[in-house]
T-cell receptor, first 110, second 113 residues
Framework: SQTIHQWPATLVQPVGSPLSLECTVE??????LYWYRQAAGRGLQLLFY??????ISSEVPQNLSASRPQDRQFILSSKKLLLSDSGFYLC?????????FGPGTRLTVT | GDSVTQMEGPVTLSEEAFLTINCTYT??????LFWYVQYPGEGLQLLLK?????DKGSNKGFEATYRKETTSFHLEKGSVQVSDSAVYFC????????????FGRGTSLIVHP
């Protein structure tokens, strides 16, 4: 069966520091992969999606970037975090229109 | 473009009450419709889905019927439990369309004992 992992689970970082969040999927090949963010009390905001290795589409221009170095690995990065980057980050993969979400990373920028 | 509109929350109910969370949509093509649930501190989980008009999706006592004539996919449960307290998201994806699903803003459900 397919599983999706995210780490770390929680992260507290100072403003201006770098960020790297990792997502890996097991049990499927060539998945479509997504990064979402949820601000407190808000809905889902799609940040990036990828249909293959090295193929990244950005939905929201900001100081975040994404990379897909391997088929089942999706990384979210930032060179300098802002206070507004705080939130709950969710990775997901999709099949037949259904989305399967990871457990999320709670990021607090201080 | 595609859009999903959900009723504003929070919805507050007593245990064993009947639940309805409204969801309506607009889509440029023929969508599949989904309900996802997010428990506190967790990622979203697929709750149920329907892929064509008049289909009824069901899971864990929840049901939703794909109504093409009213472009709706309302979520219902006959008797809610405290453990159903969560945020519920309605979503759609158009077949053959982009890889990006469209989500509603989510509706928070709080069930009191």
């Amino acid at each position: 069966s397919q599983t999706i992992h995210q780490w770390p689970a929680t992260l507290v970082q100072p403003v201006g520091s770098p960020l790297s969040l990792e997502c890996t999927v097991e049990g499927t090949s060539n998945p479509n992969l997504y990064w979402y963010r949820q601000a407190a009390g808000r809905g889902l905001q799609l940040l990036f999606y990828s249909v293959g290795i090295g193929q990244i589409s950005s939905e929201v221009p900001q100081n975040l970037s994404a990379s897909r170095p391997q088929d089942r690995q999706f990384i979210l990065s930032s060179k300098k975090l802002l206070l507004s980057d705080s939130g709950f980050y969710l990775c997901a993969w999709s099949e037949d229109g259904e989305q399967y979400f990871g457990p999320g990373t709670r990021l607090t920028v201080t | 473009g595609d859009s999903v509109t959900q009723m504003e929350g929070p919805v507050t109910l007593s245990e064993e009450a009947f639940l309805t969370i409204n969801c309506t949509y607009t889509a440029t093509g023929y969508p599949s419709l989904f309900w996802y649930v997010q428990y506190p501190g967790e990622g979203l989980q697929l709750l149920l889905k329907a892929t064509k008009a008049d289909d009824k999706g069901s899971n864990k006592g929840f049901e939703a019927t794909y109504r093409k004539e009213t472009t709706s996919f309302h979520l219902e449960k006959g008797s809610v439990q405290v453990s159903d307290s969560a945020v519920y998201f309605c979503a759609l994806r158009v077949s053959g369309g982009s890889y990006i699903p469209t989500f509603g803003r989510g509706t928070s459900l709080i069930v009191h004992p």
